[in-house]
């Protein structure tokens, strides 16, 4: 065990000289004890800075990736769990799945100062490898849940939440959010909410929000970043040089966001805009009259390929459409066979839909393969006429507000409102296409059977 004066980290001796940070560890009652066995020793420097030493009950740090935005709100996060004994927290993400190899490896490995399964480390998680809250010896702890499963994370009061990716979360959801942090749990004088964001679209609700001045939004920048520049000489540094590089090298609008932090505006001649799809979002209905899962294959698996994308979509009664799920992704045949069948099963569909590629008929011929897939009923549909004469009667229905978004599919909803008809259209939106064009019956009889 380090002594005191030992442990004295730079981080701590930082701190201790910032008047803000004074200012800040009156406001929370941040102990001044030295930080180094609490988490690693880091310094924050610029926006990220101001945005640990910030106080509002809802704060967002936003900007492209890797400014350091997820490291200062874990960071955070850790510190007010050791300073405030009991502290009810948690870190909260559009979905649980996409956590464990994101924010809370980033949590285990590079805030905490061993992983929590190293028998000297003074937090335990409960869970695994897919921890479910993380213990301190205070009794501080640390819930962890997705947006798709809330009562984990939201069954009482917390003292603090933590947002990874806010802009992922429906207006909604955040809303929902921000009723658990009003003071009930009591371990804290200003409970409040936090998240980190990239930039999304120029009508995003946290932009809105934060104009109305009932969310404080920081722009975090990658000069914040002392791992990518020098703090002294302003330097871009080597590790620096070859994370802008990759960034520099991404286009478009992904571009744009992720390298230059800009939210992006609609973008024109798309037949989808975020404003459209925000105005379609719905809970799940109880009851859907027929459910699809449409898959439009990659050619090749691996690296750089395309993705295969794999929809769940479905009809009610009353003839509305609805978004349920999205399982794309880059995976080998055998594998997204797997999760349509999977999908078809857990979603109790009544049929797969498949595009045929190049006159094969691989989807079919894979689906039978795995395991369950023999059962399933299927169909194969071709794309005999072009992509816009597919996709504009849907983005129709949408204009007439029949086809509802049960949640938020940022990466479909990227491809639905930057995809410019004559380009090569995307898999999920392909995918998306293909579910409503059965579902709605919209070519009835161009597909085959
Ligand atoms: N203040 C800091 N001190 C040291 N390393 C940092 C700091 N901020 C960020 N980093 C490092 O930079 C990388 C990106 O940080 P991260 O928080 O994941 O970025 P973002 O969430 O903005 O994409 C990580 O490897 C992280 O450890
Ligand atoms: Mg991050």
């Known amino acids: 065990?380090?002594?005191?004066?030992?442990?004295?980290?730079?981080?701590?001796?930082?701190?201790?000289?910032?008047?803000?940070?004074?200012?800040?560890?009156?406001?929370?009652?941040?102990?001044?004890?030295?930080?180094?066995?609490?988490?690693?020793?880091?310094?924050?420097?610029?926006?990220?800075?101001?945005?640990?030493?910030?106080?509002?009950?809802?704060?967002i740090l936003s900007g492209p990736a890797e400014t350091g935005k997820t490291l200062a709100c874990l960071w955070l996060l850790n510190q007010l769990c050791w300073s405030f004994p009991g502290l009810q927290a948690a870190i909260v993400r559009k979905t649980y799945k996409s956590m464990p190899?994101?924010?809370?490896?980033?949590?285990?490995?590079?805030?905490?100062?061993?992983?929590?399964?190293?028998?000297?480390?003074?937090?335990?998680?409960?869970?695994?490898?897919?921890?479910?809250?993380?213990?301190?010896?205070?009794?501080?702890?640390?819930?962890?849940?997705g947006m798709d499963n809330p009562d984990r994370v939201l069954s009482s009061e917390r003292d603090v939440i933590y947002v990874n990716q806010a802009e992922e979360l429906t207006l909604e959801q955040w809303e929902t959010l921000t009723t658990r942090v009003t003071g009930r749990a009591g371990n804290i004088d200003e409970p409040f909410i936090m998240g980190d964001c990239n930039p999304a679209w120029g009508t995003h609700w946290i932009l809105a929000r934060d104009k109305t001045g009932s969310l404080k939004k920081i722009d975090s920048r990658h000069e914040d970043n002392p791992v990518l520049y020098d703090q002294e000489t302003g330097e871009l540094t080597v590790q620096g040089k070859r994370s802008l590089s990759t960034l520099d090298s991404l286009t478009g609008v992904r571009h744009l966001r992720l390298r230059i932090g800009q939210w992006i505006t609609e973008m024109p001649g798309a037949l989808w805009t975020h404003t459209l799809i925000e105005k379609n979002r719905a809970a799940r209905p109880t009851e859907l009259a027929r459910i699809?899962?449409?898959?439009?294959?990659?050619?090749?698996?691996?690296?750089?390929?395309?993705?295969?994308?794999?929809?769940?979509?479905?009809?009610?009664?009353?003839?509305?459409?609805?978004?349920?799920?999205?399982?794309?992704?880059?995976?080998?045949?055998?594998?997204?066979?797997?999760?349509?069948?999977?999908?078809?099963?857990?979603?109790?569909?009544?049929?797969?839909?498949?595009?045929?590629?190049?006159?094969?008929?691989?989807?079919?011929?894979?689906?039978?393969?795995?395991?369950?897939g023999a059962n399933v009923s299927y169909k194969s549909v071709r794309a005999t006429r072009g992509k816009y004469t597919r996709a504009e009667p849907v983005s129709s229905m949408y204009t007439?507000?029949?086809?509802?978004?049960?949640?938020?599919?940022?990466?479909?909803?990227?491809?639905?409102?930057?995809?410019?008809?004559?380009?090569?259209?995307?898999?999920?939106?392909?995918?998306?296409?293909?579910?409503?064009?059965?579902?709605f019956d919209l070519m009835g009889s161009w597909v085959l059977s």
């Open 1 to 59: 065990m380090l002594t005191d004066q030992l442990s004295m980290s730079r981080l701590a001796v930082e701190q201790m000289a910032s008047e803000a940070w004074q200012e800040a560890l009156r406001r929370h009652q941040i102990s001044n004890a030295p930080a180094g066995d609490r988490s690693r020793p880091y310094s924050f420097y610029g926006r990220n800075r101001e945005f640990v030493e910030l106080g509002a009950h809802e704060r």
């Open 101 to 145: 190899g994101t924010v809370l490896e980033t949590f285990e490995k590079k805030i905490l100062p061993v992983p929590p399964d190293d028998p000297g480390s003074a937090i335990e998680a409960f869970g695994g490898k897919k921890p479910e809250r993380y213990i301190y010896p205070n009794r501080s702890t640390i819930w962890l849940g």
């Open 292 to 372: 699809v899962v449409a898959v439009d294959p990659a050619v090749t698996a691996g690296e750089g390929s395309n993705e295969t994308g794999i929809m769940v979509q479905g009809i009610d009664q009353a003839g509305n459409g609805y978004v349920l799920d999205d399982l794309s992704g880059r995976m080998s045949p055998e594998a997204w066979a797997r999760a349509a069948v999977d999908a078809y099963r857990t979603w109790q569909a009544n049929l797969i839909v498949g595009e045929v590629n190049n006159g094969g008929d691989l989807v079919e011929r894979n689906i039978r393969t795995v395991e369950g």
């Open 400 to 439: 007439q507000g029949k086809i509802k978004h049960c949640g938020t599919f940022p990466e479909l909803e990227d491809q639905m409102c930057t995809w410019l008809p004559g380009e090569t259209s995307p898999d999920r939106l392909d995918g998306m296409v293909w579910g409503f064009t059965e579902l």
